[in-house]
């Protein structure tokens, strides 16, 4: 069964920095790629970032494009999101999600249970 656990959130002024982690198991991680989609208060899931399965090929949504760095450990089964020079609309629940493939693109197949960003002095 597949099994996705994010950690590493919290609270954090604007112009700071975080590193979400997501441990995965259940499937052969390195044959697919994975992303980060992220939920902010009253709105939709919005796609932040992907990663092929390896780990050459990434993408960014334009609003975290040269701020946000994903990355992924195919030897520890595990997906990294770095976030640096947070602003407040980045505040929001953030997913590891598992992609259908090997490219990290929506749509995903499962996803986490999420780690809360906010961002705020």
């Known amino acids: 069964d597949v099994q996705l656990v994010e950690s590493g959130g919290g609270l954090v002024q604007p112009g700071g920095s975080l590193t979400l982690s997501c441990e995965a198991s259940?499937?052969?991680?390195?044959?697919?790629?994975m992303m980060w989609v992220r939920q902010a208060p009253g709105k939709g899931l919005d796609w932040v970032a992907g990663i092929s399965n390896d780990g050459i090929g990434t993408s960014y949504a334009d609003s975290v494009k040269g701020r946000f760095t994903i990355l992924r450990d195919n030897a520890k089964n595990s997906l990294f999101l770095q976030l640096n020079s947070l602003k407040a609309e980045d505040t929001a629940m953030y997913y590891c999600?598992?992609?259908?493939?090997?490219?990290?693109?929506?749509?995903?197949?499962?996803r986490g249970q999420g780690t809360q960003v906010t961002v705020s002095a």
């Open positions: 259940g499937f052969d991680f390195s044959n697919y790629g």
């Open positions: 999600a598992k992609a259908l493939g090997r490219f990290g693109n929506l749509p995903y197949h499962r």
